[in-house]
């Protein structure tokens, strides 16, 4: 039970089943192995999943990020609030208790007239400013080492990731690029 809602079975198994597969808006729980710690062992020269023990790359995320005066509980939030040039807009996105519902509430805005053109710049500053704020998220993404970061989903999201073998990945490309301007 989150937030105080009751649950039925069959909402707590699909809950449940969620959280297991890491698509649940719950942070996972820390391991305690150090094998399946990414800063423990030698990184894959592939990161296609932001799941497990590189869950933290995701935009959702628990993460404080500050975008154009507002301050956001995840990437997600402070990216889906700039699609609209409303403050008070932005002020409710980022006050949304969960990354999903302000994922929904982006998708219902009607985007700013040159959305198109600056979202990827938005998205960047986003997570510039999730690494950047955070020593032990920066930590953590600089211990990915040279690893290829891939956006690895089954929602369909070609564009920011990569869904079944196909995608423009821009979600890893500029995890990628930022975990550069982070060594030097």
Not at 40 to 60: K, M
Not at 66 to 91: F, I, N
Not at 98 to 119: C, I, M, N, Q
Request: charged share 30%; glycine share 6%; net charge positive.
């Amino acid at each position: 039970m989150r937030h105080g809602r009751r649950l039925s079975v069959t909402s707590r198994t699909v809950a449940l089943a969620l959280i297991l597969t890491g698509c649940s808006d719950a942070p996972p729980r820390p391991s305690t192995t150090a094998a399946s710690s990414p800063a423990a062992a030698t990184p894959p020269r592939r990161i296609d999943s932001f799941a497990g023990p590189y869950r933290f790359l995701s935009n959702f995320w628990p993460a404080e990020v500050h975008y154009e005066g507002v301050v956001y509980p995840t990437a997600e939030h402070a990216y889906q609030s700039a699609k609209t040039l409303d403050r008070d807009e932005r002020r409710r996105i980022a006050a949304l208790p969960t990354p999903s519902e302000a994922k929904r509430a982006g998708r219902a805005l009607k985007p700013r007239p040159d959305w198109e053109r600056v979202r990827i710049d938005v998205m960047a500053a986003c997570v510039r400013d999730k690494f950047t704020r955070s020593a032990e998220l920066r930590r953590r993404l600089v211990a990915t080492g040279d690893a290829e970061l891939i956006e690895g989903n089954s929602w369909g999201d070609r564009f920011w990731g990569v869904c079944d073998g196909e995608g423009e990945n821009h979600l890893g490309r500029i995890l990628t690029r930022v975990r550069e301007e982070l060594r030097e």
